[in-house]
């Protein structure tokens, strides 16, 4: 079978929940699958990053900037079906929940979460727009849906009932390279960002919905003898994250790191004496959350 990977909302630049998930796929898939022949659409810009390996499977790069949403997303609308057909693809995953709605072969549209019904104000006007009308068009062109979680599911089921019959639950998980850091790379990771031993460890983007504010606030409230650091980049809630530290007792002992390289996370699970995800239902913390169980931070 020759089955497509919708890849064109990967942008090689950011490190949101959606670009790891589509990473740690095309990765995956290549280690294990023996038969199946894959073309992964990706758009101008973001070709040869995703690791695609050659052989039975090739990249297609389509017209459009990764970086340039407007354009990409009115490609994928338009153009992808017909390159699709173009290219014998007898199947589409679609990994970022929008589905091109004048496909002639099945499609699968994997949804991560549903956000923008929960906290529209994450999104700018144009987007929600956007989303409000392809969402329902996108499920209703899709042949199967694909929810990465349980909780992903029920809101799809809510959300977009014309799914309720044919959704599956499909649970993240972590790398098969996420392994338990050495003790030499824990003292040389928690060295470089000065933290004390035994932390707590949370990784999440500090959006209002990721709830890092209310974590603070229960951190200030009990004496856990241990120090808290945040990584993540800033988001919609950094502000309200900001106040919280002020206000917090045992404030010193917080530490907000930001956006860390990839390959320290191992470090930093591993060192940690406990992690939380910021809110677990979302694809970027759960998936990060994954990683870090691999990696020995649970």
Same mark, same amino acid.
Not at 39 to 64: D, K, S, T, W, Y
Not at 164 to 191: F, I, W
């Given at each position: !079978? ?87 693809? =007898? ?30 104000e994450n999104f700018s006007w144009l987007k929600r727009r956007f989303l ?17 979680? =349980? ?49 707590? @460890? ?25 120090? @808290? ?35 320290? @996370? ?14 677990? !239902? ?17």
């Open positions: !079978m020759r089955i497509g990977i919708n890849a064109l909302a990967w942008r090689p630049e950011r490190q949101a929940g959606v670009d790891t998930y589509l990473r740690q796929l095309v990765g995956a898939l290549q280690q294990v699958d023996t038969e199946n022949e894959y073309v992964v659409f990706v758009a101008a810009g973001a070709q040869g990053q995703l690791g695609v390996a050659g052989g039975r499977f090739r990249e297609v790069v389509c017209p459009g900037l990764s970086r340039w949403r407007a354009g990409r997303v009115f490609w994928e609308q338009l153009g992808l079906a017909r390159l699709a057909a173009d290219e014998g693809i =007898e199947v589409l995953l679609c990994a970022g929940s929008v589905v091109p709605t004048n496909l002639d072969i099945p499609a699968v549209q994997v949804i991560h979460d549903l956000q923008v019904y929960h906290y529209p409000y009308k392809v969402l329902p068009k996108s499920a209703h062109a899709a042949r199967l849906t694909v929810a990465s979680s =349980e909780y992903t599911r029920r809101d799809v089921v809510r959300f977009l009932p014309q799914r309720q019959e044919d959704t599956r639950v499909v649970h993240l998980a972590g790398q098969a390279s996420c392994q338990p850091a050495s003790a030499e790379s824990v003292r040389r990771v928690r060295n470089r960002y000065g933290l004390e031993e035994g932390y707590l @460890l949370c990784v999440a983007t500090s959006h209002l919905h990721k709830n890092l504010h209310g974590l603070v606030d229960a951190y200030s409230q009990v004496d856990l003898g241990a120090g @808290l650091v945040l990584v993540g980049k800033r988001g919609s809630g950094h502000s309200q994250l900001a106040r919280a530290i002020r206000q917090a007792r045992g404030r010193e002992r917080i530490r907000v790191l930001g956006r860390v390289p990839a390959e320290h @996370l191992a470090a930093l699970y591993t060192g940690a004496a406990a992690s939380a995800g910021g809110d677990a !239902m979302w694809l970027s913390s759960g998936l990060f959350c994954a990683d870090g169980a691999a990696r020995g931070g649970w």
